[in-house]
């Protein structure tokens, strides 16, 4: 079961980032993402019963937490670390700590945590030369 961790992941291969500086963005950031996981573009609406389409939601909802309590940039990686992917997002504000909370109700915050510890293998955070990265860790297949 996934849990958050104040650790680094695995050492990773980076596929592919992304640096975005506003909401606007993401809807850019799920389409590239699937693609470079797929090799296919994310269909609008496809359902969430496959691991590339719950490493894009959870990517978009870490990264829009990123924008929303971070500073700009937000960097969004793609990695390989053995057979699994590695999704980091980093921000700017290295002195705040992500904040899971289980029992916040929708809409008041927090669901980017929630789903990356029910999707993710595992997921965790870390601090490293001023940057805050948040991460989360998927099987390359199914």
Avoid: C
């Amino acid at each position: 079961m996934a849990f958050i961790s104040a650790q680094s992941p695995p050492s990773m291969i980076e596929l592919q980032q992304w640096v975005l500086d506003s909401p606007g963005q993401l809807r850019i950031l799920r389409a590239s993402l699937h693609k470079a996981i797929t090799g296919e573009v994310l269909a609008e609406n496809a359902p969430l019963d496959e691991v590339p389409e719950k490493m894009v939601l959870v990517a978009t909802e870490l990264a829009t937490n990123a924008l929303r309590h971070g500073l700009p940039p937000t960097i969004v990686r793609l990695g390989r670390a053995g057979d699994r992917f590695v999704l980091d997002v980093l921000d700017h504000s290295p002195e705040a700590a992500p904040q899971f909370s289980e029992g916040r109700p929708l809409g008041q915050g927090g669901l980017g945590l929630q789903l990356a510890k029910k999707f993710a293998l595992e997921i965790g955070w870390y601090v490293e030369a001023e940057v805050k990265h948040v991460w989360a860790e998927f099987p390359i297949s199914g």
